[in-house]
């Protein structure tokens, strides 16, 4: 079963857009949320990453926004610009179990010029 | 300092074939991590270690085998190949000071 459930599995923008996926999760016992960005043939790298004790989160142009209750939480990806074009994956972890990372599916976003 | 590198980068199998995955760190992380990436699935844990002669499963261990003889190296075994196996896989250590998983450039495993 798929414990983190990451939408829209892709996203075409303008330029200037905000792109914003959203991810669901399942396990309570999740305490870490990071996001990754993954270039076509390269590894994951990781973007930005939230604590549940934080609402929201900003580096630079991306923004993590934290729904503890709700169970979700989402990135945006202010003024986008084309070289954000990428596959962006949600995952969690519980740093007591080994911070072993539960992965979404994935997000091909397209920034076009 | 190269991070986690991985050997090979590409690698074709027939069924039934064995084969081995190096995933090497020179960053002294305690924690490494194999998973296989397929589409639509995101990436999956196959098995972890955390530490030097552990290991221990993950998501999908079956048809899979680990070794951490060495801090530095953690390998990942297919003693008999399957197409269903056919995947990207990827090795992964974590630095617990920064709390992030540091990702290497990946394997591209296809079993005929």
């Known amino acids: 079963q798929q414990q983190v459930k990451q939408s829209p599995q892709s996203l075409i923008v303008q330029k200037g857009g905000i792109p914003i996926i959203n991810c669901a999760y399942e396990n309570t016992a999740f305490d870490y949320f990071p996001w990754y960005q993954q270039f076509p043939g390269k590894g994951p790298a990781l973007l930005i990453a939230?604590?549940?004790?934080?609402s929201e989160k900003k580096e630079g142009r991306f923004t993590i926004s934290f729904n503890k209750s709700a169970k979700q939480f989402s990135l945006h990806i202010m003024d986008s610009q084309p070289g954000d074009s990428a596959t962006y994956f949600c995952?969690?972890?519980?740093?007591?179990?080994?911070?072993?990372?539960?992965f979404g599916g994935g997000t091909r976003v397209l920034v076009k010029p | 300092n190269a991070g986690v590198t991985q050997t090979p980068k590409f690698r074709v199998l027939k069924t039934g074939q064995s084969m081995t995955l190096l995933c090497a760190q020179d960053?002294?992380?305690?924690?490494m991590y194999w998973y296989r990436q397929d589409p639509g699935m995101g990436l999956r844990l196959i098995h972890y270690s955390v530490g030097e002669g552990t290991t221990a499963k993950g998501e999908v261990p079956d048809g899979y085998n680990v070794s951490r003889l060495k801090k530095q190296n953690f390998l990942l075994g297919l003693e008999s190949a399957a197409p269903s196996q056919t995947s990207v896989y990827f090795c992964?250590?974590?630095?617990?000071?920064?709390?992030?998983?540091?990702f290497g450039p990946g394997t591209r495993l296809t079993v005929t």
């Open positions: 939230i604590r549940p004790d934080v």
């Open positions: 960053m002294n992380h305690e924690y």
């Open positions: 995952a969690a972890s519980e740093e007591a179990a080994g911070n072993k990372l539960t």
């Open positions: 992964a250590s974590w630095d617990r000071d920064v709390y992030e998983q540091y």
